[in-house]
């Protein structure tokens, strides 16, 4: 298994920004130091659900923090984003990072429909562009004298430069979050980036995605190396006994998420349906033994995540995106990431 760190800084008080994204960077160099693979950052606008806000721009920082870890985008908001443009930005990316990029795409926000009213745009719209903004994408990173002639955009230019650090381009995976998604991934041999879901569940996921890929006349080699490139996102937060990890992190959970939705129910535009957000178990459903049915958290003592991540393994889990939404105190997440590498990830190498 791989493990990597997934920046995802809830902060609701704006005075605090600033000290917030230096913990964070201060953070980058703890994961790296810890012997993390990878730190990951999302993309979300305007009420601080991720605080940065641009992961481009903050993955450059994180790049110049650190010399050795994969540098993820999980993911970039396609709807958001010019293609041309973001091939140039990835691309430099790259460079600055000596080829340690991953690119995560998907059309967006399943939930914040304020976050493409905010750009000028439409969930739908949103939607109906990503094949063609990915397809320009890669064109972008590859071709010479390009000449691009879509429903959404018509281009025509001699290079992006810099050119990509890897070629052909940096790794690129497709956030997924039901089986539909998954299947049309799979059929196109694309790595995925799969959300948190029950073990069981998450295994039947990971089969679907290999005998669709396998359907899809793919070799086997393919098939695992597709999975060696896929990355799954938990929750995670660890603590000396499951009781302290579950009360320190489910309910200051919860109330973020309490105000994430009293946001959308705000500003949301009424006309734009959006999906249901995933509710986390409260922590009278959380045993001492994990329950592959339930949809958990890795939230726990050194022994219950490890227990966890015994049956993740087992379901096909091989690489992991692990946050605490950035709600613990720097000495907390400090505390979880070293008990998470000294007392479990070595286990799993």
Same mark, same amino acid.
């Given at each position: 298994?791989?493990f ?5 800084? !809830?902060?609701?008080d ?14 980058? +160099? ?34 110049m ?14 709807g ?6 973001l ?6 990316? /790259? ?26 745009t ?12 990915? +397809?320009?994408?890669v064109?972008? *990173? ?37 089986? /539909? &998604? ?15 879901? &029950? ?7 990971v ?9 899809? +006349?793919?070799?086997?080699? +393919?098939?695992e190396?597709?999975?060696? /490139? &896929? *990355?799954? *996102? ?7 006994? /499951?009781?302290?990890?579950w ?9 973020? &998420? ?21 509710t986390?178990l ?14 958990e ?23 992991? !995106? ?5 709600? !613990? ?21």
């Amino acid at each position: 298994m791989r493990f990597g760190h997934f920046f995802y800084p !809830m902060n609701f008080d704006s005075s605090r920004d600033y000290q917030v994204i230096e913990q964070c960077l201060a953070e980058a +160099e703890l994961v790296e130091s810890l012997g993390f693979d990878a730190i990951w950052v999302s993309e979300h606008h305007f009420i601080g659900e991720a605080v940065y806000g641009d992961p481009l721009l903050f993955a450059t920082a994180v790049a110049m923090k650190t010399r050795r870890v994969l540098l993820g985008l999980g993911i970039v908001e396609m709807g958001l984003h010019n293609p041309v443009q973001l091939a140039i930005q990835t691309a430099l990316l /790259d460079n600055l990072c000596k080829g340690r990029l991953i690119v995560g795409t998907a059309r967006g926000s399943n939930y914040n429909s304020f976050e493409y009213a905010g750009f000028g745009t439409t969930v739908s719209e949103a939607q109906e562009r990503l094949p063609e903004a990915e +397809e320009l994408l890669v064109k972008a *990173w590859t071709t010479e004298d390009l000449e691009y002639q879509g429903k959404y955009w018509q281009v025509a230019f001699p290079s992006v430069r810099p050119r990509p650090y890897q070629k052909p381009h940096p790794p690129l995976a497709r956030a997924c979050i039901n089986d /539909d &998604s998954i299947a049309a991934m799979a059929r196109i041999g694309r790595p995925i980036l799969f959300r948190k879901r &029950s073990i069981n569940a998450l295994g039947e996921a990971v089969k679907l995605y290999r005998l669709t890929m396998l359907g899809a +006349e793919f070799s086997e080699e +393919e098939v695992e190396q597709a999975l060696d /490139d &896929s *990355w799954v *996102w938990y929750e995670c937060h660890l603590a000396d006994t /499951d009781e302290q990890a579950w009360e320190e992190f489910i309910p200051a959970f919860q109330q973020a &998420s309490k105000h994430v939705a009293e946001m959308r129910d705000r500003w949301n535009p009424k006309d734009q349906e959006m999906a249901a957000y995933p509710t986390l178990l409260p922590v009278s459903e959380y045993k001492p033994t994990p329950n592959p049915v339930a949809n958990e958290a890795l939230v726990g003592s050194p022994r219950r995540v490890s227990e966890q991540l015994v049956l993740l393994r087992d379901a096909g889990v091989r690489n992991l !995106m692990l946050t605490n939404r950035g709600l !613990m105190s720097p000495d907390r997440t400090a505390k979880s990431l070293r008990l998470l590498s000294e007392k479990v990830m070595p286990q799993f190498r």
